[in-house]
Nanobody, 126 residues
């Protein structure tokens, strides 16, 4: 059974920092690109960042580039997202997900990811 458990969300003022993490199980973690997505109030789920199976490659949405950093620890089956200089528009539920195809790189399409966790709320007040 594939399971993703996100943690670490919270509330912060604009300009602050938060880190969210995700522990994965049920797939050979080291074979899959992992992604972070978010869904704000009354918005569709959108891509935030992804990292290749070996951690060598990262890709970010333009809206978070330079502020967010994705990382992974294959020994701990964990992917993390460090978020700095947060803005009110970053307020959302944040989800991690497996790319549904092993060793595929570069997709930012929600439809190419799955096994969604329950998400963790990030709230940024201005």
């Amino acid at each position: 059974q594939v399971q993703l458990v996100e943690s670490g969300g919270g509330s912060v003022q604009a300009g602050g920092s938060l880190s969210v993490s995700c522990v994965a199980s049920g797939r050979p973690f080291y074979q899959y690109t992992m992604g972070w997505f978010r869904q704000g109030p009354e918005k569709e789920r959108e891509f935030v960042a992804c990292i290749s199976w070996n951690g060598d490659l990262t890709h970010y949405a333009d809206s978070v580039k330079g502020r967010f950093t994705i990382s992974r620890d294959n020994g701990a089956n964990t992917v993390s997202l460090q978020m700095n200089n947060l803005k009110s528009e970053d307020t959302a539920v944040y989800y991690c997900a497996f790319d549904q195809m092993p060793h595929r790189w570069g997709s930012s399409r929600v439809a190419d990811y799955g096994d969604w966790g329950q998400g963790t709320q990030v709230t940024v007040s201005s």
